[in-house]
């Protein structure tokens, strides 16, 4: 499968792109970087990376997967949705400015609804974090959306 650069296989823009590049890519697992400097988004004043940014790069990273396999299969990039995070790990307060960060996904389950459960990790010189992402892609983001809005209003 194709390395694209990581602004062609995220529904994301601009500074909301968290993930500077996509350097591994399976079938059911994909391993993106990103690299922790000052000015950077989320990017603390001390140019450190607060660790609860982690389960966002962990969630960008398989939208990087999904995005990567559509665009393989000929189709449109969807919007998905983080439904939540499990036993979210780790062992720092705060990524390091300067670190390397190696944001690793790996897919257990997924169904035809666009329901997923992906195993994630993030590892970098002197942190480690890991959790399991929920995940949802409704093949019609837009419809789903509207349906659920005019539901809460119900």
């Known amino acids: 499968m194709t390395l694209r650069p990581i602004a062609e296989v995220l529904p994301h823009t601009g500074d909301m792109i968290l993930l500077d590049r996509v350097i591994e890519l399976e079938a059911e697992r994909i391993v993106c970087t990103r690299t922790v400097h000052a000015g950077g988004a989320f990017v ?5 990376l607060p660790a609860w ?19 393989a299969a000929g ?30 996904a790996v897919r257990h389950f997924n169904d035809e609804d666009g ?8 590892d970098a010189t002197g942190a480690h974090a890991e959790a399991r992402l929920t995940v949802f892609s409704p093949p019609n983001a837009a419809t789903f959306a509207a349906s659920e809005a005019q539901e809460f209003r119900s």
């Open 115 to 122: 329901m997923g459960v992906f195993a994630c990790r993030i």
């Open 75 to 104: 189709e449109p990039i969807r919007l998905g949705f983080l439904l939540g995070a499990r036993q979210y790990q780790c062992d720092v307060d705060a990524f390091p400015a300067g670190s390397e960060l190696r944001i690793e």
């Open 44 to 48: 603390e004043h001390d140019g450190t």
């Open 53 to 71: 940014i982690g389960i966002e790069l962990m969630a960008q990273t398989i939208a990087a997967w999904a995005g990567c396999h559509a665009l």
